[in-house]
C-alpha cells in the first residue's frame, strides 16, 4: 500500500475517487491501473486512489456506505476505527448527561468524533500524526461544531472539562511483544496519562475487548461491548459518565441489554441436556458464573465458557443447543457416528482442546442431508466431542 500524501487531498483525487468507488478483493488491479494510466492520470495518483477506494469497501461495515464513499482512511485508522452504531452510543451516554463540548484526544481519523458532532455535540479533536489530523479534518468538514488540531495529547490544554480517549496500542518489539502481560506504557496516549485525565474530569476510555482486568482502575465503570455478536471493545467511564466500581456486559442492539453483577464462579457439573455458547461480552466480563447462578445454569469445566443445564433457556446472552450425545474426542469415531447419523452439513465449534475445525473437518468426509453441531471441548478433565442440534434451527 502506498504511503499517503498530500495529493489525497485534491480535486483530481476527488474526482478519480468518484469514479473508482469502491474497489473489493475481486477487482482486477492490474488492468484497473493500466486503464487509469492510459487515461493520463499520474502513477502516484492512481495508486493513491486504488488504496483509497479498498479502504472504502473495506470501511463499509462500519461506517454504511454512504459515509465511507466520502471519507479518506489510513490502514492502521480504519482498523482502529469505532463502528457506526458503536460510536453513536458514545456519544449518546455523553449528551444524555448534559455534556456540550467533548475533547478527543487522539482521534485517529475522526470515527468518534463524527458521532460525537452528529449527536450535536462540539468537538475539539486532537490527533498527532500530521497527516491523520489532515484525514480526520477531511472526514469532519461537513461539521463546523467540530475543530481538528494537529498536536500532541500530552501537551493539550482543553477548554472542556469531558474527555474521549482512544489509547492505541503501540507496535512492539518482538522482544515486547513476547510479554504474558500488556503495561501501561504499551498504549498511546500511555494508560497512566488516560487514566490521569480521568481522575481528574469527565471521561471515556475505548480499549480492547482482550483488556487484561488487572490494568482496569477501581474508581471507574467498565463495560464490555457487543455488537453484532462480537466483542467490539471495553469502555472504561469516569466522573459523571460512569458508576465507579460497577462492571456490566452490554449488547448494543434495539434495545440495548445490559448485565451486571459481582465477580462470582460458576459450579462445575457434568454436560446436562443443553449446552450453551454465551456472548462474548459476558465471558470476558468475568460476569458468567454470577449469570450462570442466576438462571440455574452450570459450567462443564474450570476456565470453559460453555454452560449447561437439563431445561432449555432462551436469553439474547445465549446461544443454546440441545445435547444429542458425548463423544470422546477421537477422529475415527466421531467420523463413523457422522456417517451413521448421515450429517452432511456441520457446524465445528472448539473450546479447550487444541484440534481446529480446519483440521477436523477433512478427516470426517461427510455425506448426508442431515444437519448437527459438533463442539470440541473438554467436560471435566475429558476431551469431548458434543453431538448437538442448534435451538435456533429447530
Given at each position: 500500500m502506498p504511503d499517503l500524501d498530500e495529493k489525497i487531498f485534491g480535486p483530481e483525487a476527488k474526482q478519480l475517487l468518484g469514479k473508482l468507488g469502491f474497489l473489493d478483493a475481486k477487482a482486477d488491479l492490474l488492468k484497473l491501473t493500466t486503464d487509469l494510466r492510459k487515461q493520463g492520470y499520474e502513477p502516484q495518483l492512481v495508486a493513491l486512489c486504488i488504496s483509497q477506494a479498498k479502504l472504502r469497501s473495506r470501511a463499509v461495515p462500519k461506517f454504511g456506505s454512504e459515509l465511507a464513499s466520502t471519507m479518506l482512511f489510513t490502514e492502521e485508522g480504519l482498523e482502529q476505527a469505532t463502528r457506526q452504531q458503536v460510536a453513536a452510543w458514545h456519544a449518546q451516554r455523553f449528551s444524555t448527561r448534559g455534556i456540550k463540548l467533548v475533547t478527543d484526544l487522539g482521534c485517529g481519523i475522526g470515527g468518534d468524533a463524527l458521532a460525537f458532532a452528529e449527536a450535536g455535540l462540539e468537538v475539539a479533536a486532537i490527533e498527532k500524526d500530521g497527516l491523520t489530523a489532515k484525514i480526520a479534518q477531511h472526514n469532519l468538514h461537513d461539521y463546523p461544531m467540530a475543530k481538528v488540531s494537529n498536536a500532541d495529547a500530552l501537551d493539550i490544554e482543553a477548554e472542556s472539562t469531558a474527555f474521549w480517549l482512544d489509547p492505541a496500542r503501540r507496535k512492539l518489539s518482538s522482544k515486547a511483544t513476547g510479554r504474558v502481560m500488556l503495561?501501561?506504557?504499551?498504549?498511546?496516549?500511555?494508560?497512566?496519562?488516560?487514566?490521569?485525565?480521568?481522575?481528574?474530569?469527565?471521561?471515556?476510555?475505548?480499549?480492547?475487548?482482550?483488556?487484561?482486568?488487572?490494568?482496569?482502575?477501581?474508581?471507574?465503570?467498565?463495560?464490555?461491548?457487543?455488537?453484532?455478536?462480537?466483542?467490539?471493545?471495553?469502555?472504561?467511564?469516569?466522573?459523571?459518565?460512569?458508576?465507579?466500581?460497577?462492571?456490566?456486559?452490554?449488547?448494543?442492539?434495539?434495545?440495548?441489554?445490559?448485565?451486571?453483577?459481582?465477580?462470582?464462579?460458576?459450579?462445575?457439573?457434568?454436560?446436562?441436556?443443553?449446552?450453551?455458547?454465551?456472548?462474548?461480552?459476558?465471558?470476558?466480563?468475568?460476569?458468567?458464573?454470577?449469570?450462570?447462578?442466576?438462571?440455574?445454569?452450570?459450567?462443564?469445566?474450570?476456565?470453559?465458557?460453555?454452560?449447561?443445564?437439563?431445561?432449555?433457556?432462551?436469553?439474547?446472552?445465549?446461544?443454546?443447543?440441545?445435547?444429542?450425545?458425548?463423544?470422546?474426542?477421537?477422529?475415527?469415531?466421531?467420523?463413523?457416528?457422522?456417517?451413521?447419523?448421515?450429517?452432511?452439513?456441520?457446524?465445528?465449534?472448539?473450546?479447550?482442546?487444541?484440534?481446529?475445525?480446519?483440521?477436523?473437518?477433512p478427516k470426517l468426509k461427510l455425506k448426508g442431508k442431515n444437519t448437527a453441531t459438533l463442539i470440541l471441548t473438554r467436560v471435566g478433565d475429558a476431551r469431548k466431542a458434543l453431538v448437538c442440534q442448534s435451538l435456533s434451527q429447530r
Open positions: 503495561k501501561p506504557e504499551d498504549f498511546s496516549p500511555n494508560l497512566n496519562f488516560a487514566f490521569e485525565i480521568g481522575g481528574k474530569h469527565t471521561a471515556g476510555i475505548k480499549l480492547a475487548g482482550s483488556l487484561p482486568h488487572e490494568l482496569i482502575p477501581e474508581d471507574c465503570e467498565a463495560n464490555w461491548v457487543s455488537h453484532n455478536n462480537e466483542l467490539v471493545e471495553t469502555v472504561l467511564w469516569f466522573g459523571e459518565l460512569g458508576k465507579s466500581g460497577k462492571r456490566s456486559a452490554l449488547i448494543l442492539a434495539d434495545p440495548i441489554i445490559e448485565y451486571s453483577a459481582d465477580l462470582i464462579q460458576a459450579p462445575i457439573n457434568e454436560v446436562g441436556k443443553y449446552v450453551y455458547d454465551p456472548n462474548p461480552a459476558l465471558v470476558r466480563s468475568h460476569l458468567l458464573g454470577a449469570f450462570a447462578i442466576e438462571n440455574g445454569l452450570w459450567g462443564i469445566s474450570p476456565s470453559i465458557a460453555y454452560l449447561s443445564s437439563d431445561s432449555e433457556l432462551i436469553s439474547p446472552w445465549l446461544r443454546g443447543f440441545e445435547v444429542m450425545e458425548a463423544l470422546p474426542l477421537d477422529v475415527k469415531r466421531i467420523a463413523k457416528r457422522m456417517s451413521e447419523l448421515g450429517i452432511g452439513t456441520l457446524e465445528i465449534k472448539k473450546r479447550g482442546v487444541d484440534i481446529t475445525p480446519e483440521q477436523l473437518r
